[in-house]
Structure formats: structure tokens, C-alpha cells
């Protein structure tokens, strides 16, 4: 059964820049295909990045040039770093990882991953 922990989740203010992390325990990333997403009360979870098991990165447009996902093996860690941050990126952040072959069509699709991290808050202050 594999874990997921994210860390590095905070108070931040608009224009900063913050990394997340997400470590998996009791597999590897190596067959996964990991993302973030991300969610705020009362909406649905927004898939904002996600990184294939072969290393192809997937950006959400709503984050693109700004977010960018990278993972390193050996930490068996996902990693999602996060720039030029706005007030309206506040949100809980969670990874994410699948192994059913359809990935990335199926990136946004919350049922198709097998695990979830509890998720770490990033609040971005105006």
C-alpha cells in the first residue's frame, strides 16, 4: 500500500515562490503517474500539474509558465514548484498517483488515482 505525504505548504505573499513535496512510502514512483491538484471549499479538486512514470510533465494552463512538477527517484519524492504566486493559487495542494495506463487523458479525473496524499494549505496573502 502506497503512502503519500506532502509537505512545504504555507503562508506566502503575492508574487513569492514556495515547493511543494510529496514522498511516497511502501512503493515507488517508478510505475506511478503523480499530480497535484489542488482544491478550495465548496469546488471540486483542479488538477494543476501532473509528471508521467516515463518523466513527461503535464501543466494545467491555469499555471502554466508560473508551476512546473519534477520528481527525484532516489528521494522517491514529487516535486511541485510554484512561482510568481497569486492570491487566487490559496488552496489545499494535493498529490496524487495512478498506474492505469491512461495517463494523461485521464489527468483530471480524480477516481482514476489509487492514492491520495491529506494534502498541505498554501495561502497566498494580496
Known amino acids: 500500500q502506497v503512502q503519500l505525504a506532502e509537505s512545504g505548504g504555507g503562508l506566502v505573499q503575492d508574487g513569492a515562490s514556495l515547493s511543494l513535496a510529496c514522498v511516497a512510502s511502501g512503493g515507488t514512483f517508478s510505475i506511478y503517474d503523480v499530480s497535484w491538484f489542488r482544491q478550495v471549499p465548496e469546488k471540486d479538486r483542479e488538477f494543476v500539474a501532473g509528471i508521467s512514470w516515463t518523466g513527461a510533465l503535464y501543466i494545467s494552463e491555469s499555471v502554466t509558465g508560473r508551476f512546473t512538477v519534477s520528481r527525484d527517484m532516489n528521494k522517491n519524492t514529487v516535486y511541485l514548484e510554484m512561482n510568481k504566486l497569486r492570491p487566487e493559487d490559496t488552496a489545499v495542494y494535493f498529490c496524487?498517483?495512478?498506474?492505469?495506463?491512461?495517463?494523461?487523458?485521464?489527468?483530471?479525473?480524480?477516481?482514476?488515482?489509487?492514492?491520495w496524499g491529506q494534502g498541505t494549505q498554501v495561502t497566498v496573502s494580496s
Open positions: 496524487a498517483a495512478q498506474s492505469n495506463d491512461r495517463f494523461p487523458d485521464n489527468a483530471n479525473n480524480t477516481a482514476a488515482y489509487d492514492f
